[in-house]
Structure formats: structure tokens, C-alpha cells
């Protein structure tokens, strides 16, 4: 990855997550954490890392949540980023934060 594409990764990162914690009202993606985005080299696509830590949702339906959002986040990004090429959003969910609490949580059972 080029350094570029570092700097942009984490700016789309960054911005992201302000958005959605701050101006995405949906119910369905309340609670959701930007965990990485890696850019693909002709800055197209955004590979966009997300997870929750709420037991109540279906990543199902956070996923339905947040492609619904696309347009709205896309348009929230033009504003604040000087990109030539705005790239596609294309959401995934990532379980390692919630393994990684299930097994603090079995963790502590132990003791």
C-alpha cells in the first residue's frame, strides 16, 4: 500500500466514524465502530471495516442500515474531503472485537 493510500485510509477512517456517530440518525447503525478502510490503488473502492459490541443486533441488519446510508455518507464525504475520485463504500462486517470480548468475558469467568 502506497502512502497515499495510507493517508486516505485513514482520513475516510477518521471522517467516517464522525459521521456516523454524529449525523447518521438510522436506529439500525447506532452503536457501529469504523474498524479499517483499505483503499484500492486507483482509489475507486474503500474496503470499509466495521463492528459492534451490541448483543442486540443482527449484522444483518446492520449491514441493510448502513447500504441504505451509502448515498447519504458518500455526499457527507464530498463536503469535507478534497478527493478527485470519491471512492465506493463497500461495507464489511469484522467479528474479531466481539471475539475478542467473548473471550475477555471467559476470561474473567475463570477467575
Not at 500500500?1 to 454524529?22: D, G, K, P
Not at 457501529?32 to 448483543?55: K, M, T, W
Not at 455518507?73 to 463504500?89: F, G, H, I, N, S
Amino acid at each position: 500500500m502506497s502512502r497515499r493510500q495510507e493517508r486516505v485510509s485513514e482520513l475516510l477512517l477518521r471522517e467516517l466514524s464522525t459521521i456516523i456517530s454524529q449525523k447518521v440518525s438510522d436506529p439500525r447503525v447506532r452503536g457501529v465502530h469504523i474498524v479499517n478502510v483499505d483503499i484500492s490503488p486507483d482509489f475507486h473502492l474503500a474496503r470499509v471495516l466495521y463492528s459492534f459490541l451490541d448483543n442486540g443486533n443482527d449484522p444483518d441488519v446492520v449491514q441493510q442500515g448502513l447500504d441504505s446510508a451509502k448515498p447519504f455518507l458518500r455526499k457527507e464525504l464530498k463536503k469535507v474531503l478534497l478527493l478527485r475520485v470519491l471512492p465506493e463504500l463497500a461495507f464489511f462486517y469484522d467479528s474479531s472485537i466481539k471475539q475478542g470480548d467473548h473471550l475477555l468475558e471467559l476470561l474473567r469467568n475463570l477467575k
